[in-house]
C-alpha cells in the first residue's frame, strides 16, 4: 500500500475497496470544495455503464495513489444511494443604478438565464452522462 494522498488528487478510474478489500468499483467523480479544501464525498461506479453510487466523505478511510478504501462493507456500499447529479442555480444581479432603460435590460436578462440555463433540481445521472463518465474512467479527460 501505497503513501496517502489528499482527497484533491483523486482521478476518475480509480479503484474503490469496501473494508474487506472487495473491489466495489471505480471513481466516475469527487465531489467537494477544493478552493475551500472541503471533500464532500464521491460518485462510485460499480458497473461500467451503471447509475453510480454516492458515498459520503464519512465513509472515506484512506486514500492512495490509484486506490480509495472505504469503512463500508461490500453489502453497505451496494445499498447506497444512488448518486445525484448538483442541481444548478442561476443568480442575476441587478445593477446598482437603473434607469427606464436599465431595467429593461435586467429584466430581458433574467428571461434570457432562465430560457438558456434553467434552474433544475437533484437529478439521475443519465444514460449519456453515464457513457460519458465511462470513456472518462477508461481513457482520461
Known sequence: MGDPVSWLMIRPGWKVYASDGTEVGE??????????????GLAVAASALGKPKYVPAEQVTTITEGRIDLSL?????????????????????????????????????????????????????????????????????
Open 27 to 40: 471513481v466516475d467523480e469527487v465531489t467537494g470544495d477544493d478552493n475551500a479544501d472541503i471533500f464532500d
Open 73 to 141: 462493507t461490500a453489502a453497505d456500499f451496494a445499498g447506497t444511494s444512488a448518486f445525484l447529479e448538483p442541481a444548478t442555480s442561476a443568480e442575476i444581479e441587478p445593477d446598482d443604478h437603473r434607469g427606464v432603460g436599465e431595467t429593461i435590460g435586467a429584466d430581458v436578462r433574467e428571461l434570457e438565464g432562465k430560457a438558456i440555463h434553467p434552474v433544475e433540481g437533484q437529478q439521475p445521472v443519465g444514460i449519456v452522462r453515464r457513457f460519458h463518465l465511462f470513456f472518462r474512467r477508461k481513457f482520461g479527460s
